[in-house]
C-alpha cells in the first residue's frame, strides 16, 4: 500500500523556537496533503489542506502565521510551527491521497510527529 | 458540513467477546466512510471502507462494518476481541473526491481485558 513518512517522529523545543516537520508521500504523488493536529485523548482535528504549488488552506481558527505549510513538490510537505508556545505542543499527523481523481478514497497517514515545547 | 457522532467514548469488554463501536454520520448524500484503529504514539490504520456497493464491508483483524443510509449510521463490529485489539478507533467521513479531507468523529477507546 502507500505510504507516507512524517519526520522527526520526535521533537522537543524550547519556547520561541521554530520547528519544521516533512511529511513525504514515498511511493505516490500527492497534489493535496492533509495536516491534523490531535490532542491528548482526543480526535485527530484537521488544520489545513496542502495543495502543491500553491497556497495551503487553513481551517477557520487555525493561525496560518503560526503553522506555516509549504508543499513545494507532489512528494512533499513541511508543517513549520513558528515561535512555538507550550500550547503548541501536540502530536501533529499529515495525511495523502494517491491519485488524481476520488480513487479509493483512502487517505494514508503518516506516523506523526510529537512535539513538545518547553 | 460534514460531521461524524461517536455514541461512546469508551468501551470496556471481555476478550473474545463480541463488540459493536457505533458511528453516525450527518450527511444524507453520497460520502466515503472509513474505521481507523490508533495505537499509543502512533499514526492511523485504516480498517475498513465503505465507497459504494454492498452495504456490508469486511477489514483487517476481524473487523466488519454495516453501511446504513436510512439510519446515517457505520457501527463497527467484531465477533470476538482479542486483548490486542486494545485501542483508540476513529470514524471518519469525506466527500467523494480527491481533494477532500477526513473529518474524523472523536474516538472511542477500546480496553479488552482477561
Known amino acids: 500500500g502507500a505510504v507516507v513518512s512524517q519526520h522527526p517522529s520526535r521533537v522537543i523545543c524550547k519556547s520561541g523556537t521554530s520547528v519544521k516537520i516533512e511529511c513525504r508521500s514515498l511511493d505516490f504523488q500527492a497534489t493535496t496533503m492533509f495536516w491534523y493536529r490531535q490532542f491528548p485523548k482526543k480526535s485527530l482535528m484537521l488544520m489545513a489542506t496542502?495543495?502543491?504549488?500553491?497556497?495551503?488552506?487553513?481551517e477557520q481558527g487555525v493561525e496560518k502565521d503560526k503553522f506555516l505549510i509549504n508543499h513545494a513538490s507532489l512528494t512533499l510537505s513541511t508543517l513549520t510551527v513558528t515561535s512555538a508556545h507550550p500550547e503548541d505542543s501536540s502530536f501533529y499527523i499529515c495525511?495523502?491521497?494517491?491519485?488524481?481523481?476520488?480513487?479509493?478514497?483512502?487517505?494514508?497517514f503518516g506516523e506523526g510527529s510529537r512535539l513538545t515545547v518547553l | 458540513a460534514q460531521s461524524v457522532t461517536q455514541l461512546d467514548s469508551q468501551v470496556p469488554v471481555f476478550e473474545e467477546a463480541p463488540v459493536e463501536l457505533r458511528c453516525n454520520y450527518s450527511?444524507?448524500?453520497?460520502?466515503?466512510l472509513f474505521w481507523y484503529v490508533q495505537y499509543p504514539n502512533q499514526g492511523l490504520q485504516l480498517l475498513l471502507k465503505?465507497?459504494?456497493?454492498?452495504?456490508l464491508v469486511k477489514g483487517i483483524n476481524g473487523f466488519e462494518a454495516e453501511f446504513n443510509k436510512s439510519q446515517t449510521s457505520f457501527h463497527l463490529r467484531k465477533p470476538s476481541v482479542h486483548i490486542s485489539d486494545t485501542a483508540e478507533y476513529f470514524c471518519a467521513v469525506s466527500d467523494p473526491g480527491a481533494g477532500t479531507a477526513l473529518i474524523f468523529g472523536k474516538g472511542t477507546t477500546l480496553s479488552v481485558s482477561s
Open positions: 450527511s444524507s448524500v453520497s460520502v466515503y
Open positions: 465503505y465507497l459504494s456497493g454492498s452495504t
Open positions: 496542502s495543495n502543491e504549488g500553491s497556497k495551503a488552506t487553513y
Open positions: 495525511s495523502a491521497r494517491p491519485g488524481t481523481s476520488g480513487g479509493t478514497g483512502e487517505l494514508f
